[in-house]
Antibody, heavy 118, light 106 residues
Framework: QVQLQESGPGLVKPSETLSLTCTVSGGSLSGFYWTWIRQPPGKGLEWIGYVHSSGNAQYKSSLRSRVTIQVDTSQSHFSLILTSVTAADTALYYC????????????WGQGAMVTVSS | DIHMTQSPSSLSASAGDRVTITCRASQSIRHYLNWFQQKPGKVPRLLIYGASNLQSGVPSRFSGSGSGTDFTLTISSLQPDDFATYYCQQSFNSPDFGPGTRVEIK
């Protein structure tokens, strides 16, 4: 079955750029939206954005100026870039699959903790 | 942006209890409402999609209802494995999650 795995640095300095990759195995990326969701420690879930397998991306309005999500279907992965990070960006970052048929996030990665600190 | 609220923010219940959690959207989202369960230290799990459709593998004691702006998640007979935080999430437009409802042991 389809599995997702996040990877990337666990520590990023303030004002620098956070970069994460989600590798998809066990299935095709075609036809789905590939998503990043984050959860600050002890808090709720926040959708960051997603990218369709065609490359079209949508972002949360409050993050739009700092976020880029890209997909590489040939390599079966997609990525998150978040610029100018602050301590408020410290969170557990999940990648997930959004199924248009269900209109829901049906498969999730295990999450990658990213701490923003000098 | 559509704003999601949930009530209560937390509740205490006993095994065997019937539990109902409410989710409200700031404008109509038709039936584009999903429910997730998250246990401490675990990945969120999709329970209900499209307001009332049970995701594959989810026990039938979970059910969802509603449309427009008001939705409910019901657990017909709470089991020990159900103590968790539950989030609603709208997919009508730019996705957003509710703040969560924590279900604790009484």
């Amino acid at each position: 079955q389809v599995q997702l795995q996040e990877s990337g640095p666990g520590l990023v300095k303030p004002s620098e750029t956070l970069s994460l990759t989600c590798t998809v195995s066990g299935g095709s990326l075609s036809g789905f939206y590939w998503t990043w969701i984050r959860q600050p420690p002890g808090k709720g879930l926040e959708w960051i954005g997603y990218v369709h397998s065609s490359g079209n991306a949508q972002y949360k309005s409050s993050l739009r100026s700092r976020v880029t999500i890209q997909v590489d279907t040939s390599q079966s992965h997609f990525s998150l870039i978040l610029t100018s990070v602050t301590a408020a960006d410290t969170a557990l970052y999940y990648c997930a699959r959004y199924s248009p048929d269900l209109a829901a996030f049906d498969i999730w990665g295990q999450g990658a903790m990213v701490t923003v600190s000098s | 942006d559509i704003h999601m609220t949930q009530s209560p923010s937390s509740l205490s219940a006993s095994a065997g209890d019937r539990v109902t959690i409410t989710c409200r959207a700031s404008q109509s989202i038709r039936h584009y409402l999903n429910w997730f369960q998250q246990k401490p230290g675990k990945v969120p799990r999709l329970l209900i999609y499209g307001a009332s459709n049970l995701q594959s593998g989810v026990p039938s004691r979970f059910s969802g209802s509603g449309s427009g702006t008001d939705f409910t998640l019901t657990i017909s007979s709470l089991q020990p494995d159900d103590f968790a935080t539950y989030y609603c999430q709208q997919s009508f437009n730019s996705p957003d999650f509710g703040p969560g409802t924590r279900v604790e042991i009484k």
